[in-house]
């Protein structure tokens, strides 16, 4: 069974941002994404829940400097990204 990713505004702005800032990660976002439906918790996105402050949130990597924090709504096997950047600008946010 597939996950369903629920982009928000905010976020698409984020990502927008992002692959403006980043145009050669393009191809590695989209593959993140496809195998955030497909599997989140295929090994090379390194899902993980996040504490503290952004506790009841989780992060998956783009590549090894750079994350997608987002919801995971277990219930109805939704994904809601929030904020993407390098990790130390997700965990920040």
């Not at 597939?2 to 590695?28: C, G, I, K, V």
Request: glycine share 4%.
């Amino acid at each position: 069974m597939s996950w369903t990713l629920l982009f928000t505004e905010r976020y698409n702005r984020r990502a927008a941002l992002f692959l403006q800032r980043h145009p050669e990660l393009r191809d590695t976002y989209c593959k993140t994404l496809l195998l955030l439906e497909a599997n989140p918790r295929h090994p090379s996105l390194r899902l993980h829940a996040l504490k503290g402050r952004l506790q009841g949130l989780h992060s998956v990597s783009i590549n090894i400097s750079y994350r997608i924090t987002l919801e995971l709504i277990i219930d109805g096997q939704r994904l809601i990204p929030i904020d993407i950047g390098s990790h130390d600008a997700v965990y920040r946010s």
